[in-house]
């Protein structure tokens, strides 16, 4: 095990995540910042060194010498033998060098993979995912991510797109923008419904918590307007996480899997009942019976 802490970074399409971790895997500090894409590349590589050198100031590190590297997640397909983003839609990226590029900024090694590619790993050796073998995991936030993990081993796939279940077509006969599971189930999803059936005034909380600001709706928003049973809230996060059960559970009879971890924003915000509705919906739906453990 190597002596020096590490930098991790969770970049997504919204928050900018970092931590400085100790050599025993224990996060030292964090620093957030938002991603603001819409700003160009330069700009989010700005925030994400800016994270970096800070966490290390703060803790009297240099961070050319004092630190063993850099890990970052970035959503979309990513070929971690490159470092290469090689379609971020998210971020509105293509071909983006995002390990070269930090590297050259902070003159450390830099690791980078997909978001969900990295975060699931982590669950298989300090998580939710301990012990299992053959792993698949969803994240529901901005979009909706996922990974794979195959005979205890990171599965990117021939193209490095493995596990990208945000970008199955569950709903053929919708419009074309909106037939993928992350058009129709991510927390992007869930909030333009939500907006749209509010301003077609049907009640919810949801117009008190955000004072009638319809643009200010965040996970943290939906949970708390699930966890106070406001009707319209609950019916829509339910027939999205029902969506997604189908969608695992034709993964889950597929590939054989026998573990499922759900993370993100929406599912940390909402909590236990979105899992067990994904999992009511999973062991509906999945073959064979055996697959329901």
Same mark, same amino acid.
Not at 166 to 190: K, V, Y
């Given at each position: 095990?190597?002596? @020096?802490?590490?930098? *991790? /970074? +969770?970049?997504?399409?919204?928050? &900018?995540? =970092?931590?400085?971790? !100790?050599?025993?895997?224990?996060?030292?500090?964090?620093?957030?910042?938002?991603? @603001?894409?819409?700003? *160009? /590349? +330069?700009?989010?590589?700005?925030? &994400?060194? =800016?994270?970096?050198? !800070?966490?290390?100031?703060?803790?009297?590190?240099?961070?050319?010498?004092?630190?063993?590297?850099?890990?970052i997640g970035a959503?979309?397909?990513v070929n971690?033998?490159?470092?290469?983003?090689?379609?971020?839609?998210?971020?509105?990226?293509?071909?983006?060098?995002l390990r070269?590029?930090?590297?050259?900024?902070?003159?450390?090694p830099v690791y980078?993979?997909?978001?969900?590619?990295?975060?699931?790993?982590g669950?298989?050796?300090q998580?939710?995912?301990?012990?299992?073998?053959?792993?698949?995991?969803?994240?529901l936030?901005?979009?909706v991510?996922?990974?794979?993990?195959f005979?205890?081993?990171?599965?990117?796939?021939?193209?490095?797109?493995?596990?990208?279940?945000?970008?199955?077509i569950?709903?053929?006969?919708?419009?074309?923008?909106?037939?993928?599971?992350?058009?129709?189930?991510?927390?992007?999803?869930?909030?333009?419904?939500?907006?749209?059936?509010?301003?077609?005034?049907?009640?919810?909380?949801?117009?008190?918590?955000?004072q009638?600001?319809?643009?200010?709706?965040?996970?943290g928003?939906?949970?708390?307007?699930?966890a106070?049973?406001?009707?319209?809230?609950?019916?829509v996060?339910?027939?999205?996480?029902?969506n997604?059960?189908?969608?695992l559970?034709?993964?889950?009879?597929v590939?054989?899997?026998?573990r499922?971890?759900?993370?993100?924003?929406?599912?940390?915000?909402?909590g236990e009942?979105?899992?067990?509705?994904?999992?009511?919906?999973?062991?509906?739906?999945?073959?064979p019976?055996?697959?329901?453990?």
């Amino acid at each position: 095990m190597q002596d @020096k802490p590490i930098l *991790g /970074v +969770d970049l997504g399409g919204t928050n &900018i995540q =970092a931590g400085l971790i !100790d050599p025993h895997a224990k996060v030292i500090a964090r620093a957030k910042a938002k991603t @603001k894409a819409k700003e *160009g /590349v +330069d700009a989010v590589l700005d925030r &994400i060194e =800016a994270k970096a050198r !800070d966490l290390c100031e703060r803790h009297g590190l240099n961070i050319e010498t004092d630190v063993a590297g850099l890990g970052i997640g970035a959503p979309g397909p990513v070929n971690p033998e490159t470092g290469v983003v090689l379609e971020a839609v998210n971020l509105r990226w293509e071909n983006v060098s995002l390990r070269a590029l930090l590297h050259e900024r902070l003159k450390i090694p830099v690791y980078a993979d997909n978001d969900v590619n990295v975060a699931l790993y982590g669950e298989y050796v300090q998580g939710a995912a301990r012990g299992a073998t053959n792993i698949l995991g969803c994240w529901l936030g901005t979009g909706v991510g996922g990974a794979l993990i195959f005979d205890e081993r990171p599965f990117h796939g021939s193209y490095f797109s493995a596990g990208e279940i945000g970008h199955l077509i569950l709903f053929p006969n919708n419009p074309t923008a909106w037939r993928t599971l992350e058009q129709n189930c991510s927390r992007t999803a869930i909030v333009d419904q939500l907006a749209r059936l509010i301003k077609a005034n049907e009640p919810s909380v949801i117009w008190d918590l955000v004072q009638g600001e319809l643009g200010r709706i965040k996970s943290g928003t939906i949970g708390a307007a699930y966890a106070d049973n406001d009707p319209l809230t609950k019916r829509v996060v339910d027939e999205a996480a029902w969506n997604v059960g189908i969608a695992l559970a034709s993964l889950v009879t597929v590939l054989s899997i026998d573990r499922i971890v759900l993370g993100g924003g929406l599912t940390e915000a909402i909590g236990e009942p979105l899992v067990s509705r994904v999992q009511e919906s999973i062991r509906e739906h999945v073959f064979p019976s055996s697959c329901k453990q």
